[in-house]
C-alpha cells in the first residue's frame, strides 16, 4: 500500500498562474487534509473534508478551492497563485479528525 | 500567544543523552499527538495519546491533562533521531489538530 501520495513533488509558479496539487490515499480513510508548512510556523490547515462529498475550510483558506473528487482524491486548487503562496504543502488522511493522521510526503512550491 | 508551545525549539545532544521535549498548550483538547519529520520533509506520527503515557521502543511520551503538558523523551539517543519533533493538539474550537513551531534536534556521534 502507497499510504498517502501526492503530485508533483516540486513545483514553480509565476505569480497568476493556476495549478492543482494531487492527493491520493489507499488507505479508505473517511477524512483528508490540506496543509502549508512555512518556517517558523506550524502546520497550518488549508481546507479539510470530513467525508467524502464534503468540504470545510480551515485556517488559512484565502486563495485556495479544494474538491473532494471520491474517498480516495483530495486536490487543492490555486486559481491564481501569489508569492505568499510558497510554501510546502501536505496532504493528510485520517479514519477521523481524533485519530492518528497519516502524511503524504508533500509539495514544495515557488511562486515567483 | 500559540495555543502550543514547545521547547526548546532547538536541542544538541551527544549520542546516547537522555532527551526531553516539552510541550505545552492551552485549549482543551480530545487528543495529543507527537509527529517525526526528517530532513527531506516526510512526517510520520509517532505518538497519539489522551492521558498517561505511552512507549514505543527508545520513545517515551506523557501526558498531564490537569497540567496541559506533555513531554516526549528519547533515551539513549542516537544520530538517526536528529529530526524535527512536532507536538500537535486536537482540540480548540475547530476541534482539528493544532500544530506546534517544532523543535529542531540535532544528535551528534
Known amino acids: 500500500n502507497a499510504g498517502v501520495t501526492q503530485t508533483p513533488k516540486f513545483q514553480v509558479l509565476k505569480t497568476g498562474q493556476s495549478m492543482t496539487l494531487q492527493c491520493a490515499q489507499d488507505?479508505?480513510?473517511?477524512?483528508m487534509y490540506w496543509y502549508r508548512q512555512d518556517p517558523g510556523m506550524g502546520l497550518r490547515l488549508i481546507y479539510y473534508?470530513?467525508?467524502?462529498?464534503?468540504?470545510d475550510k480551515g485556517e488559512v483558506p484565502n486563495g485556495y478551492n479544494v474538491s473532494r473528487l471520491n474517498k480516495r482524491e483530495f486536490s487543492l486548487r490555486l486559481e491564481s497563485a501569489a508569492p505568499s503562496q510558497t510554501s510546502v504543502y501536505f496532504c493528510?488522511?485520517?479514519?477521523?479528525?481524533?485519530?492518528?493522521?497519516?502524511f503524504g510526503p508533500g509539495t514544495r512550491l515557488t511562486v515567483t | 500567544k500559540n495555543e502550543v508551545e514547545q521547547s526548546p525549539q532547538n536541542l544538541t545532544a551527544q549520542e546516547g543523552e537522555f532527551i526531553t521535549i516539552n510541550c505545552s498548550y492551552s485549549?482543551?483538547?480530545?487528543?495529543l499527538h507527537w509527529l517525526q519529520q526528517h530532513p527531506g520533509g516526510g512526517i510520520v506520527s509517532l505518538f497519539m495519546?489522551?492521558?498517561g503515557k505511552k512507549k514505543h521502543g527508545r520513545l517515551i511520551a506523557t501526558i498531564n491533562i490537569q497540567e496541559k503538558h506533555s513531554s516526549l523523551h528519547i533515551t539513549a539517543s542516537h544520530p538517526r533521531d536528529s529530526a524535527v519533533y512536532i507536538c500537535?493538539?486536537?482540540?480548540?474550537?475547530?476541534?482539528?489538530?493544532?500544530f506546534g513551531t517544532g523543535t529542531l534536534l540535532a544528535v551528534q556521534p
Open positions: 495519546l489522551s492521558s
Open positions: 500537535a493538539v486536537v482540540g480548540g474550537a475547530t476541534n482539528k489538530l493544532i
Open positions: 485549549v482543551g483538547i480530545s487528543a
Open positions: 473534508s470530513a467525508s467524502e462529498g464534503t468540504t
Open positions: 488507505m479508505n480513510h473517511n477524512s
Open positions: 493528510a488522511a485520517s479514519p477521523t479528525g481524533a485519530y492518528e493522521q497519516y
